[in-house]
């Protein structure tokens, strides 16, 4: 491939039972196509939140990067709206990477998975089950649904079970989705409303602002009845699986995919490598943690997939 390629592409690419929406990143000049990332954000956000600025930097370094929505989330298909499912989302990750793999601009055979917060769970998962897998980096990554559950009080969690309940009788009656928050203000019920992190709200709403967003921008709650498969995802527990190069970033005042939890399934990856940071979940996307974490993330692309 030679010459200028336009610097951000849309497209839609097939998943399951819909499509889902993309961005498309291509080097401005390569030789040879280069390398793709497929990345995707966290638990309920949309690749609008600070995705942008992640893709434009492995870019501008020479990689391609394939950055996509959920079902349900953003500009993809899916009824109803932000209905987050665990099964549905690691399905949509193996059609990402799937549809990389088709991309005449990119070298198929060269695919790095990248996912911050709950898509790092799903990044690491897909790197297990896909030994085509070049390389992988989780961010701040959601390893241990039992531990993050934890995080939460017991009245908190009492409170999710019951609305997930009540979500589940919704749709079995034909009903709209009972809703609940995704990040929360202090005292008020959300999946991440942690007692000892009252900066989570503040955290949605700093990845707004440094996304030139608002809050009308962003539907900052989902049905409720992913409460119920949190405690039971814990995709850590396929590290041991990875082939491939993964690469762990950990904020060791995370609250939300706690550290400890994080780190003692990263310890298990056979060709895992671990950097940390004195950040919290959200401090990661902007300011000096961005820069700290994009530099270790392409010293680690450079090793592991050179454009």
């Known amino acids: 491939m030679t010459g200028s390629a336009p610097e951000r592409r849309d ?9 889902c929406h993309a961005w498309l990143y291509l080097p401005a000049t390569a030789v040879t196509p280069p390398p793709v990332l497929v990345m995707a954000h966290g638990l309920g956000a949309v ?10 930097r492995f870019q501008a370094e020479g990689y391609a990067c394939l950055v996509f929505d959920y079902r349900h989330f953003g500009e993809s298909d899916g009824q ?5 499912s665990v099964r549905r989302q690691r399905q949509d990750w193996h059609a ?14 060269r695919v790095v998975l990248w996912g911050t917060s709950f898509a790092g769970g799903h990044a690491i998962t897909t790197a297990a089950e896909d030994p085509r897998i070049t390389a992988a980096i989780a961010q701040c990554p959601f390893t241990d649904g039992l531990a993050s559950t ?10 999710l079970t019951i609305a997930a309940g009540k979500d589940l009788a919704a749709t079995a009656l034909g009903r709209p989705p009972v809703r ?15 007692d000892d992190a009252p900066d989570v709200f503040d955290g949605i709403i700093g990845l707004l602002h440094a996304s030139g967003l608002t809050e009308a921008d962003y539907r900052n709650d989902v049905p409720a009845r992913v409460a119920l498969q949190i ?8 590290a041991a699986r990875i082939r491939c190069p993964i690469l762990f970033c950990v904020c060791d005042d995370d609250t939300v995919a706690p550290a400890e939890a994080t780190l003692r399934h990263a310890g298990k990856a056979p060709h895992g490598q671990i950097r940390r940071y004195p950040a919290g979940h959200f401090d990661i996307y902007t300011g000096e943690p961005f820069e700290r974490v994009v530099t270790d993330q392409l010293d680690f692309l450079r090793t592991h997939a050179h454009p």
């Open 11 to 19: 497209l839609h690419f097939p998943a399951g039972d819909g499509r």
């Open 47 to 56: 690749k609008a939140l600070r995705l942008d600025a992640f893709a434009r």
């Open 80 to 84: 109803p709206r932000e209905l987050l």
């Open 96 to 109: 990402a990477v799937a549809f990389a793999r088709t991309l005449p601009e990119v070298d198929g055979d």
């Open 150 to 159: 934890l995080a939460l009080s017991p009245r908190t969690t009492a409170r």
């Open 180 to 194: 609940i928050k995704v990040a929360a203000r202090p005292g008020e019920l959300g999946l991440m409303s942690t």
């Open 231 to 238: 405690p039971l995802y814990a995709p850590g527990r396929k």
